[in-house]
């Protein structure tokens, strides 16, 4: 007898209209291919329903968390016109490999089912439907990080196909990362198992959770707002307790501690999507704060498709390459670029720098490299995305050091270059824009970490004062 079916399904909040559970992880919401029994039919058999119960959204097999069934067709078609409007949020926690490059993001990659492999979808800028994910880190354990996802759109396999793509893959995903399970002795410095037991993994399914839900709940037009929060499960709860207790000396856990004590408690997190509130400049107020706007939003959308379609001419779609993104300059650049993108890439980033607070280019050069990166390169093709190419000591250092690790190829792409005389004569294989000599701004670029959000790349006033 499957031992799954006689699991009692927790029940969260429930009314006339609509249930609100805590669905296991092995069960399916829709009709098992292995014949076991379904959600629906285990919640009907404990509930013994009036109606039959309707879904109006699904979860993977494999992934835990909440959920919302309709006790009626009329509440399924109202909540799912809720959802298509958009006006239900909803919350994952994913334990991905890091570290990351950054402590959140806005990912909009459009997404399409896979030729190859009908039960898996990838991202496809043409065929793909959109799809936009927000997200942001709650904890870096070192080579783990537990981020909260919330999904605006709801794709198939979004988050699992979002973080794959951009280089930050679910710890353990069979479909999109490895299906290896985390073992405790993998962080656990001197771990040692009981006599004649193996070890028993940490956590060993996909490492994603639907943690919260916002939903109106009433018939009224003007409902109240209420969030329904699903507490995750003892493995995956456990695994981050331990990640946090054995993370990476350098690694500094969780960035607020609340949010673990949030977590163990199943209390509300805060949504990584804000709506902002406040004054918000226009576009033309930004550009009229700038007297040199180098290069407009429209010209640098029209870059980033022209530099797409000829990356896209030149790999093959059935051989993955490695893109190295140099940080912090070049990741906005990297992530439009993406999004275009029709072969398989496999995302790492890199941070390099000889720029230090000031607006002239340092003679040392810097590298803070992961062994993961590295690793990733040998008989691989690798193509090296930059910002700019300016003096070329930082792109001309970098690709020394990936040349030294056996790529099969290496080639560059680069967003801007200055008109100068370059102190190192580099071939850019995929160039955009050139602009004038001056300490350029804005589209990620910065001064001394300020100016990245500007949608525009301008040249820094130069009567700028810190």
């Known amino acids: 007898m499957n031992t799954m079916a006689k699991k009692r399904i927790e029940i969260l909040f429930e009314n006339d209209e609509i249930l609100v559970v805590n669905k296991p992880v092995g069960i399916s919401v829709t009709a098992d291919r292995g014949g076991a029994d379904d959600l629906l039919m285990l919640l009907t058999r404990q509930l013994s329903p009036a109606e039959p119960l309707r879904l109006v959204h699904r979860l993977d097999k494999e992934t835990s968390g909440i959920l919302l069934i309709a006790r009626s067709r009329t509440a399924q078609s109202r909540y799912s016109r809720l959802f298509a409007k958009r006006m239900i949020q909803k919350l994952y926690l994913a334990i991905v490999r890091g570290p990351l490059p950054y402590r959140g993001g806005s990912i909009k990659d459009p997404i399409a089912r896979s030729k190859r492999n009908p039960q898996a979808m990838h991202v496809h800028p043409r065929l793909g439907k959109p799809s936009h994910t927000v997200w942001k880190e709650l904890a870096d354990f070192g080579t783990l990080s537990l981020v909260a996802a919330q999904i605006v759109t709801g794709r198939t396999h979004q988050i699992r196909v979002h973080f794959a793509h951009r280089g930050m893959p679910l710890a353990i995903d069979p479909i999109y990362a490895s299906a290896e399970p985390l073992m405790l002795s993998a962080y656990k410095s001197g771990y040692r198992p009981k006599i004649d037991k193996e070890e028993p993994p940490l956590i060993d399914r996909l490492t994603l959770h639907a943690y919260q839900l916002t939903i109106p709940v009433g018939p009224q037009e003007d409902a109240e707002m209420r969030t329904f929060t699903a507490p995750p499960d003892k493995k995956f709860v456990a695994a981050v307790k331990l990640l946090a207790k054995y993370k990476d000396k350098s ?181 955009g824009l050139e602009v004038d000599n001056a300490f350029v701004i804005g589209y990620g670029l910065d001064y001394d970490g300020k100016f990245r959000d500007l949608p525009f790349v301008a040249a820094l006033p130069d009567d700028f004062e810190n």
């Open 251 to 431: 690694a500094p856990g969780f960035h607020d501690q609340n949010d673990l004590l949030r977590i163990l408690r199943s209390e509300q997190m805060e949504y990584p999507l804000k709506t902002e509130t406040g004054q918000r400049l226009s576009r033309r107020e930004k550009e009229a704060a700038y007297n040199r706007i180098l290069v407009s939003e429209e010209q640098l959308e029209q870059t980033v498709r022209d530099l797409a379609r000829r990356l896209n001419d030149s790999y093959p779609v059935n051989e993955p390459a490695t893109a190295v993104v140099l940080l912090e300059g070049a990741r906005r650049f990297a992530e439009d670029l993406l999004k275009h993108l029709v072969f398989t890439v496999e995302v790492r980033y890199l941070k390099a720098s000889s720029y230090y607070g000031s607006t002239e280019s340092s003679e040392l050069v810097c590298i803070e490299d992961s062994e993961k990166t590295g690793g990733q390169i040998a008989g691989r093709n690798v193509l090296v995305i930059d910002d700019i190419y300016d003096t070329g000591r930082t792109l001309a250092h970098v690709l020394d050091w990936i040349r030294t690790r056996q790529p099969k190829s290496v080639k560059t792409c680069v967003l801007l270059e200055k008109r100068v005389r370059h102190e190192k004569q580099i071939t850019i294989d995929f160039g």
